[in-house]
């Protein structure tokens, strides 16, 4: 256990990195297919594909809420884990762990709740139909089932990424993802339930996976430990966890927002077809940002364990080598998206008007998406470091301040294409903004860290 602790603080960087990052990508892009493998099989139900699909798309915000109270958690409370992991201090961070364990299940049983009670109304004001709403409503009423699942195995994942156990917590995410890929047809088709059993497979393939993350995080395999002690809230705790959980938590919600304020516009200007062709928009988008995510994943514990030792230079390498490759592959990615965006949206439905409006709204929508390296890159660094509130901004400005404008304002002088133009101009402004605090900050924030007197457990 003590050498996967010191891998942190000792192995080369760029190794350790990648060794770290490619589980975590992995983990991102299948933990990404239980919506999406849904969304294809749902799309090409033989008569209702393009209805069905359309329905299912309208719980989104309500599925990226539920995760971002797992983040708020889950990546709050793993980075200063972490960090006083560097310090020495494994008792504090079991009691973290502990501490937001209580929070998820409690979180849980609330959205369960709320959710369950204010369904119909919500999916109207996401933009559902009179077609649409009884897809919708019949999918997010069994999903919520499954609330606490989602919960524990996003939330605590985070903790076992944050001790170095990248593999274990790419595997919890794959056993999800394999269950769901298995189930999804067996139930969708096989069954005959359609909707109601893309939801069904996926409420149990989520149970596989928390089933998992607890059962790992309960041996002794495991670095820090779970004690009954732990388990009460204390609030001195839980404080720096959610202000610090706030920035993740605002990225995530606030794309909940996006996807209701860009739904409701469509249904406006566009109808149904156009909110269809978002639902698949969305769900590519989503692939695309996954292995940054998860290039952010792998760094994050170098980044804060390093930070909380004091070595400085290993975590200016580190940062280094996220940016370039988040930029790398954000470029990529741009570029085979504008090429060849009819490969990925067929996937999705074959229907030719569907299509075709699809294929030319994701060229408008990820012209921007080249900038997002530098953005997830920054940003999420902020937060290994422990700066909550420039994290916090800087996720607020994408969406809040930029985008939700945007797609409002747009769409009265270029009509339905304007929600879609709203994306990549705020993509660009959020990256430009964000690398330049981050020049300017960081480079002093460590020189600051630098000249402060050691505290005895890193001597």
């Known amino acids: ?34 919506n999406i493998v849904d969304r294809m099989y749902i799309g090409n139900i033989e008569g209702i594909g393009k ?22 958690i889950g990546m709050g409370g793993a980075p200063i884990t972490a960090i006083r ?23 849980s049983v609330v959205l369960t709740a709320v959710f369950l009670v204010f369904k119909h109304p919500l999916l109207y004001l996401f933009g ?27 939330g605590m994942n985070c903790f076992i990424t944050t001790q170095g156990f990248s593999t274990v917590g790419m595997a919890s995410v794959l056993i999800g993802a394999v269950l769901n890929i298995a189930l999804d047809p067996l139930f969708i088709f096989g069954f005959g339930l359609g909707v109601k059993g ?13 089933l998992f993350v607890l059962g790992f995080l309960l041996s002794k395999k495991s670095i820090l430990q779970f004690r009954p002690k732990n388990l009460k809230i204390d609030f001195r705790l839980i404080g720096p966890v959610l202000a610090l959980g706030l920035s993740p938590f605002i990225m995530q919600s606030t794309e909940s927002l996006v996807n ?55 975590v200016k390498k580190t940062f280094r080598i996220l940016l370039t490759s ?39 929508y990820a012209a921007g998406i080249w900038a997002m390296g530098a953005q997830c890159a920054c940003q999420q660094s902020f937060v290994a470091i422990g700066q909550a509130k420039i994290s916090i901004f800087l996720a607020l400005l ?20 304007g929600v879609f133009t709203a994306e990549p101009i705020a993509d660009i402004g959020a990256a430009a903004t964000t690398s330049v605090m981050f020049a300017i900050f960081f480079k002093r924030y460590l020189k600051q860290k630098e000249n402060e007197p050691q505290a005895a457990g890193n001597e």
């Open 398 to 417: 994408r969406k809040m301040i930029l985008l939700i404008p945007l797609a409002l304002l747009l769409p009265l002088f270029m009509g339905t294409l």
């Open 128 to 154: 559902a139909s009179d077609d649409t709403i009884g897809y919708a409503e019949d999918y997010l009423t069994i999903y919520l089932i499954g609330t606490i699942f989602v919960q524990l195995s996003l």
């Open 198 to 210: 893309a939801a069904i497979a996926t409420v149990l393939s989520q149970g596989g996976s928390a």
């Open 85 to 107: 992991m560097g310090e020495k201090d494994n008792a504090a961070a079991e009691k973290i762990m502990g501490n937001c364990l209580s929070l998820l299940i409690l979180f």
């Open 260 to 314: 209701i304020t860009l739904n409701a516009s469509l249904q406006h200007y566009g109808g149904d077809l156009y909110v269809g062709a978002m639902t698949i928009i969305g769900s590519i988008i989503q692939v695309v940002m996954m292995p940054m995510q998860g290039l952010t994943q792998g760094a994050q514990p170098i980044i804060s364990y390093n930070f909380g030792a004091r070595r400085f230079d290993r």
């Open 326 to 364: 988040c930029l790398a592959f954000s470029v990529t990615t741009c570029a085979l998206i504008e090429l060849f965006p009819q490969l990925v949206v067929q996937i999705f439905n074959s229907d030719p008007e569907l299509v075709g409006v699809t294929c030319t709204c994701l060229r408008i």
């Open 1 to 34: 256990m003590a050498d996967s602790k010191n891998r942190l603080g000792t192995e080369p960087v760029g190794k350790l990195l990648f060794r770290l990052a490619a589980p975590a990508i992995l983990a991102q892009i299948v933990n990404a297919l239980y």
């Open 51 to 72: 209805l069905a699909l359309t329905g299912v798309g309208l719980t989104f915000p309500v599925i990226i809420l539920i995760a971002a109270f797992a983040l708020l």
